[in-house]
């Protein structure tokens, strides 16, 4: 039925999936919505990043570098040391976007020396 393939989209574009942190690796958990951190937008230089807390069964937001007042919190929605156009094709398949931040925003010698 198309409200079920609507509310699949919906799911499916903004979900955040759960990772159990360990130290420096993730064990993937699954994926859910949550009415404030999935409203978090994109960008492949982030300044927070999100876990899963089993113990507290709570979704974690944190910052990841110093964030100037008045600036957006942003978070990386693939592997941000992934190469950009892997990213890109991550971002596009699943959320429909061409990521346009100020990492792939770079020229083709700069990203060459950020990669």
Not at 10 to 36: C, S, W, Y
Request: net charge negative; charged share 25%.
């Amino acid at each position: 039925n198309q409200g079920d393939t609507r509310n699949m989209g919906l799911f499916h574009t903004n979900a955040i999936t759960l990772k159990q942190m360990d130290k420096t690796e993730g064990r993937i958990l699954g994926a859910a919505v949550f009415p404030t951190i999935s409203l978090i937008n994109h960008s492949c230089a982030p300044n927070v990043a999100w876990s899963f807390n089993q113990g507290r069964n709570e979704a974690e937001v944190r910052v990841i570098r110093e964030i100037s007042e008045g600036e957006e919190i942003l978070a990386c929605y693939t592997d941000p040391l992934l190469q950009r156009a892997e990213r890109e094709k991550i971002l596009k398949s699943k959320y429909n976007f061409v990521c346009d931040c100020q990492v792939c925003s770079l020229s083709d010698e700069s990203l060459a020396e950020n990669e």
